[in-house]
């Protein structure tokens, strides 16, 4: 069974970049899909961007389509999200997830197991 560990998460001022990551633990990363989450105080746990198996379908909210880029290094059982120009609503606690249908790969959290303990990011001046 795959196990998840998110980092990367900091302080950092609005404008600014980090570059999140997603470590998997066991043999089976290449078959999976991968989800990024994140949830803000108060507020439901939202999907953000997620890839399939091969990595060649990806998808974003469209509140981080234009600034998030997702990748995966399978080799290196590795995902990665890359943040540029970080918002203050961008602030929120970030999970990556398995999805164990690694073919496509969508928002939906019940689909996702696996789950990360989270990292922290919080932008703000």
């Known amino acids: 069974q795959l196990q998840l560990v998110e980092s990367g998460g900091d302080l950092v001022q609005p404008g600014g970049s980090l570059r999140l990551s997603c470590a998997a633990s066991g043999s089976t990363f290449e078959s999976v899909g991968i989800g990024w989450f994140r949830q803000a105080p108060g507020k439901e746990r939202e999907g953000i961007s997620c890839l399939s198996r091969f990595g060649n379908l990806k998808k974003y909210a469209d509140s981080v389509s234009d600034r998030f880029t997702i990748s995966r290094n399978n080799a290196n059982n590795m995902v990665f999200l890359q943040m540029n120009n970080l918002k203050p609503e961008d602030t929120a606690v970030y999970y990556c997830?398995?999805?164990?249908?690694?073919?496509?790969?969508?928002?939906?959290?019940?689909?996702?197991?696996?789950w990360g303990q989270g990292t922290q990011v919080t932008v703000s001046a």
């Open positions: 997830a398995v999805r164990p249908t690694g073919l496509t790969c969508n928002f939906v959290p019940s689909e996702y197991e696996n």
